[in-house]
């Protein structure tokens, strides 16, 4: 059974951290990107950050650059988002998201939701 179970998520006071977790089972980790996605209420979902099979490369949008850090173990079958310097508007449900590029196929989470408020 395939499965990408986010955790981490929580409420923080802007300027706080939290470090995400999504732990994969059922196929083969290594073999999928992996994306991280939010959406606000009311909001599109919206791509924050990407890394690669191997993690060796990685994107941002910019609204996230030089604040949160994607990373993944594939050993653990786990890929994390470390938030920091956390803003009201980061408020939003994450989700993870495995994806294959050849013979596409993606995988979702059930979502973690981020609230930052004072």
């Known amino acids: 059974q395939v499965q990408l179970v986010e955790s981490g998520g929580g409420s923080v006071q802007p300027g706080g951290s939290l470090k995400l977790s999504c732990a994969a089972s059922g196929f083969t980790f290594s073999n999928y990107a992996i994306n991280w996605y939010r959406q606000a209420p009311g909001k599109e979902r919206e791509l924050v950050a990407a890394i690669t099979i191997f993690g060796t490369s990685t994107t941002y949008a910019d609204s996230v650059k030089g604040r949160f850090t994607i990373s993944r173990d594939n050993a653990k079958n786990t890929a994390y988002l470390q938030m920091s310097s956390l803003k009201p508007e980061d408020t939003a449900v994450y989700y993870c998201?495995?994806?294959?590029?050849?013979?596409?196929?993606?995988?979702w989470g059930q979502g973690t939701q981020v609230t930052v408020s004072s």
């Open positions: 998201n495995a994806h294959r590029s050849w013979a596409p196929r993606d995988y």
